[in-house]
């Protein structure tokens, strides 16, 4: 089955985008992603523990940017995010963004991010760590 055969069969608001997304990123993709991240965003990316990962969650919170404003054809500074009942960011609603729902995740060196229009979705993804890694954790 190609393409065109799934887009006459699924109606277009059943599909659900799903994206992945490599977190470690050279220094000029970080210094382009953090230009699009609000005040809050660079400061929590500031505030990370260990430099990696506050690079990483630049990397998701800039991909994330891109991407929504793609869908809702704006700019992805202009991306305005609220927190839902449940803590969980969510684009300001807008003429254009009532229907988006967006949830994402990130763990280790990979993100994965699923757009929406009309229906909530969830992403979920984790590192398998070696074994043996969680039991040294848990003996701390």
Same mark, same amino acid.
């Given at each position: 089955?190609?393409?065109?055969?799934?887009?006459e069969?699924?109606?277009?608001?059943?599909?659900?985008?799903?994206?992945?997304?490599?977190?470690?990123?050279?220094?000029?993709?970080?210094?382009?992603?953090?230009?699009?991240?609000?005040?809050?965003?660079?400061?929590r990316?500031?505030?990370?523990?260990?430099?990696?990962?506050?690079?990483?969650?630049?990397?998701?919170?800039?991909?994330?940017? *891109?991407?929504? #404003? @793609?869908?809702l054809?704006?700019? /992805?500074?202009d991306?305005?995010?609220q927190r839902g009942?449940? +803590?969980?960011?969510?684009?300001?609603?807008?003429?254009?963004?009532?229907?988006?729902?967006?949830?994402w995740?990130?763990?280790?060196?990979?993100?994965? *991010?699923?757009? #929406? @229009?009309g229906?909530?979705?969830? /992403?979920d993804?984790?590192?398998?760590?070696?074994p043996?890694? +969680?039991?040294?954790?848990a003996?701390?």
């Amino acid at each position: 089955m190609n393409a065109e055969a799934v887009a006459e069969v699924v109606d277009a608001d059943d599909v659900i985008d799903v994206w992945s997304i490599s977190t470690d990123q050279p220094p000029a993709v970080l210094r382009r992603l953090r230009g699009l991240l609000d005040l809050d965003e660079r400061d929590r990316a500031d505030r990370a523990r260990d430099p990696v990962q506050g690079e990483r969650f630049t990397v998701v919170r800039g991909a994330v940017r *891109l991407l929504v #404003a @793609d869908r809702l054809g704006t700019e /992805a500074a202009d991306v305005v995010w609220q927190r839902g009942p449940h +803590g969980k960011p969510a684009p300001v609603p807008r003429p254009a963004s009532d229907r988006i729902h967006v949830n994402w995740s990130a763990s280790g060196a990979l993100a994965i *991010l699923a757009i #929406a @229009d009309g229906r909530r979705v969830g /992403a979920d993804v984790e590192e398998i760590r070696p074994p043996g890694v +969680g039991t040294r954790i848990a003996r701390r």
